[in-house]
């Protein structure tokens, strides 16, 4: 018989989660206070860039695995992904460009080509550029929870959960993807609001496992600070592996 998980959040992070496990067998529901647009990730751009995220090492590996499925994801219109080009500028020096821009195929941009820009930033002194994913969100959310739903998946505007073992009894694990609601059910105070509700956590991104005290698993999905999108579709898989060794 197929396990069953229920996922707690319908913002980016719970949302992708959720097509991941739906997809690939699992009865899966997810439960939250707000449904996609009314998130914070309803409220983002959203570029794909890892930005205001910790740990650097682990956010860059989650970081490239997204970028693969969401560039993957502009052949399907409905999806609300495209490409668009991103400029980093520094106003002294050289630009430091980082290895995964790189191998990304990000370019320094030479000054001929700065000057014929129409919007020329002569207070920069370099420059570079690369391709990333842009998620529409209004179009985005929408896909992902119509994917989710075809896969089998439920949404369930459930309110306000006080303590992860509220969820009910009959799912055998449970995924915290609450953002910065967070800080009440996991009990979270270094999580904080950052630039515009930016959930942001000094210590990382939290994605582990944790026993509840009512002997089920829970695997924590949250702190993403400016790069809940960025990191989303790296993370699923990471949680999907873990739920996958709880179970
Ligand atoms: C202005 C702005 C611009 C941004 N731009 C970008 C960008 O360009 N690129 C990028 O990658 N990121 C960007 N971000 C960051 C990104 O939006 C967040 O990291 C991301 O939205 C976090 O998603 P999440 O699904 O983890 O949490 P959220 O979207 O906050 O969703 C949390 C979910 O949990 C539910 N919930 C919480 N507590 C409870 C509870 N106790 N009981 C029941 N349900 C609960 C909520 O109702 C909601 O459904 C931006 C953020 C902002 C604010």
């Given at each position: 018989m197929a396990r069953s998980i229920a996922i707690?959040?319908?913002?980016?992070?719970?949302?992708?989660?959720?097509?991941?496990?739906?997809?690939?067998?699992?009865?899966?529901?997810?439960?939250?206070?707000?449904i996609g647009q009314q998130t914070t990730s309803g409220a983002a751009a959203a570029l794909w860039f890892p930005y205001d995220a910790?740990?650097?090492?682990?956010?860059?590996?989650?970081?490239?695995?997204?970028?693969k499925v969401l560039v993957d994801l502009i052949k399907d219109p409905g999806s609300g992904v495209s490409m668009?080009?991103?400029r980093q500028y520094c106003r002294a020096g050289e630009i430091q460009v980082p290895d995964w821009a790189h191998s990304l195929g990000a370019s320094v941009m030479s000054s001929e080509v700065e000057t014929s820009l129409t919007i020329s930033p002569s207070c920069f002194s370099a420059s570079f550029s690369i391709s990333?994913?842009?998620?529409?969100?209004?179009i985005y959310l929408d896909y992902l929870a119509d994917r989710f739903q075809k896969a089998g998946g439920s949404i369930n505007d459930s309110g306000r959960f006080e303590k992860l073992e509220d969820v009910d009894s009959k799912f055998d694990l449970v995924i915290n993807c609450a953002g910065i609601?967070?800080?009440e059910l996991a009990h979270d105070v270094v999580l904080t609001e950052r630039v515009g509700f930016r959930p942001f956590r000094?210590?990382?991104?939290?994605?582990?496992?944790?026993?509840?005290?009512d002997g089920r698993t829970v695997i924590h999905n949250y702190g993403h600070g400016g790069s809940g999108f960025t990191l989303s579709w790296g993370c699923a898989g990471e949680v999907s592996d873990l739920a996958t060794a709880a179970l």
């Open positions: 707690i959040g319908a913002g980016v992070s719970g949302l992708t989660g959720g097509v991941l496990f739906a997809e690939r067998g699992f009865r899966t529901g997810i439960f939250a206070e707000q910790e740990p650097v090492d682990k956010v860059i590996r989650w970081a490239l695995a997204s970028y668009i080009e991103l990333v994913p842009l998620m529409n969100t209004t609601g967070a800080r000094k210590s990382g991104v939290r994605l582990e496992p944790e026993k509840l005290r």
